[in-house]
């Protein structure tokens, strides 16, 4: 079941990314874009599935990079385009039920997406514009070397899911067809199943969410 559902998953990133430009292409300015900046991961919280024990795990994360690059096609008022993702942020505390567990944690969390998005671009005057983003696609979350339920080893694991995104920025002309772009993103993740470490053998529910605070270049072609 959870093979077929990855498949799925990966069928619906494939046709978001290759139709996101259905509409006529030959009608649209295209444009790379590449983004880079601060992503601030929120706390993750991991539900255990065994309904014969209530434990529930809190992830606290630090900030960590972001990364993001685009291609599009810009229609005048809107823009469409694919969006390959990546962010990676350090955990740094993890407590059980609300009580603090492992207070100097080890580990990162990382997420890889793929997204179709869709802007409306503002004219402000003198070329600059500002736009509201929304985004729909798939996410690989992985935690690596992380401790959870005191297991004696570094737990590892990796996830794909169902993601969106809703942001907003402000690009500026730098020179002909050359932009800086700068954009605040707020990115979650529907819940994944966390695989079972053992001790707790139903396993956990999860998913994250961060904001973003990134700048970068969007160049027309």
């Not at 570094?154 to 500026?172: C, H, K, P, R, W």
Request: aromatic share 12%; net charge negative.
């Amino acid at each position: 079941m959870e093979e077929t559902m990855k498949k799925n998953l990966s069928l619906l990133a494939a046709f978001l990314v290759v139709g996101f430009c259905a509409a006529p292409a030959s009608a649209a300015d295209h444009y790379i874009s590449g983004m880079a900046g601060i992503s601030w991961m929120n706390e993750v919280d991991f539900e255990d599935n065994d309904s014969s024990v209530d434990f529930s795990y809190e992830a606290d994360m630090s900030s960590g990079l972001a990364l993001l690059g685009a291609v599009g096609c810009d229609y005048g008022d809107y823009r469409l385009e694919a969006e390959i993702g990546y962010q990676k942020n350090d955990t740094s505390a993890l407590t059980v039920n609300g009580l603090p567990f492992i207070p100097d944690m080890k580990g990162d969390g990382s997420v890889l997406s793929l997204m179709a998005n869709a802007a409306y671009d503002i004219d402000l005057g003198g070329g600059v514009e500002f736009y509201p983003t929304v985004g729909i696609g798939i996410a690989q979350v992985s935690f690596n070397d992380f401790q959870i339920a005191a297991l004696p080893q570094d737990y590892n694991f990796n996830e794909t899911t169902l993601a969106y995104q809703i942001g907003a920025g402000l690009a500026v002309p730098i020179g002909s067809g050359v932009m800086i772009d700068a954009r605040y993103r707020y990115f979650a993740t529907t819940d994944f199943t966390v695989p079972a470490t053992g001790l707790i053998v139903d396993g956990y529910e999860a998913s994250v969410s961060s904001h973003s605070a990134l700048l970068g270049l969007r160049v027309g072609f």
